[in-house]
């Protein structure tokens, strides 16, 4: 057994026989070929007309303040141009972006970030976006359709060219305490659709891991239902570890940290960390169908969590007869700032 075949057992809804972390067990990236979103730091604007910003010290880019690129959903045929996935160089992007990745031991992973809804926002605003989806649904039903199209072949070609073992897939639906939308209206003008996205991923052999922050609670029979074989990050608003009690043989559960009053908290220190990490690895792992990976805007998270994991998992590496690596050198970057950070380098 090792730390590859491991995971899969969680993300399988089965009891690994140690506790598996993506930020241990994972070769991450983002595709640095496909130009969405900024590319480095600074004023950007992407493949699909959409000027973001990110400067150093913000926490994600943003869409540039008093910028729209659709005034009226329902033009939107007039007014953008998807972009055609086709032109990208996925064989050098792909080179690149796997080089130091270890397929033998540990689970390989693409991030595709902006999923349907946060991709239709991007170009609207929110508001313009919940408005559109109640008062123009066949507007925006086809364009959510046009940006799963756009989707589906960008699945298909990270599967040709970077073979991962695993999708995951970003797309937000709640604040911090209730969702963006009824969940009718998601229903009826999302749900059709990313069932779309999740069947392409099986088609190709891969696993969905779903990304989506802020209170997503009631979406859970509907996740399950789509397949999804994983969810992340789970926000303590969700009570993650009731619902992972309710659905932990149906779906694989990543994270359920107290990411906002603990680990991300301004001037939490190392031992603040480390206690709520170790604590909530005792809390999620027993029963199996869980990922100690927290969500991380900083990477100073990395050395707290796995400390904790270490000291935890050392009786169950033991007993597995396992031998574990030593512990990976603390992290300076996360995947997603470190494409940004390397398309800055890029364009410089």
Known sequence: MNAKENILMAYRHEEPLWVPSQTTDQDTCLPTIVMEGPKGYGVTVDAFGISWTFEEGMEGPMVTRGTKRLEDITEWRTHLKIPDPKSYDWERGAREDTAQWDRENKLSSVIIINGLFEQFHAMTGVEDALCGLLMEEEAAGDLLGALTDYRIEEINLIAQYYKPDKIQFHDDYGSNDRMFMSLETWRKMIKPYLKRIVDAV?????????????????????????????????????????????????????????????????????????????????????????????????????????????????????????????KPEQMTRTAYTAAHEDGTKANS
Request: charged share 20%.
């Open 202 to 326: 099986h088609s190709q052999g891969m696993l969905y891991e779903h990304h989506s922050c802020g209170y997503i609670a009631p979406l859970m029979d509907d996740f399950i239902e789509l397949g999804i074989d994983a969810l992340n990050p789970l926000q303590l608003s969700n009570h993650p570890y009731e619902l992972k009690k309710k659905y932990g043989k149906q779906i694989c559960f990543v994270g359920g940290f107290d990411n906002q009053g603990i680990l991300d908290r301004q001037g939490a220190g190392y031992r603040e960390r480390y206690e709520e990490c170790l604590y909530r690895i005792r809390l999620m792992a027993p029963g199996g169908s869980w990922v100690a990976e927290p969500a991380m805007i900083d990477p100073g998270i990395t050395g707290p969590l796995v400390d904790a994991l270490y000291e935890y998992n050392a009786p169950l590496w033991e007993k597995a007869g396992y031998c574990p690596p030593e």
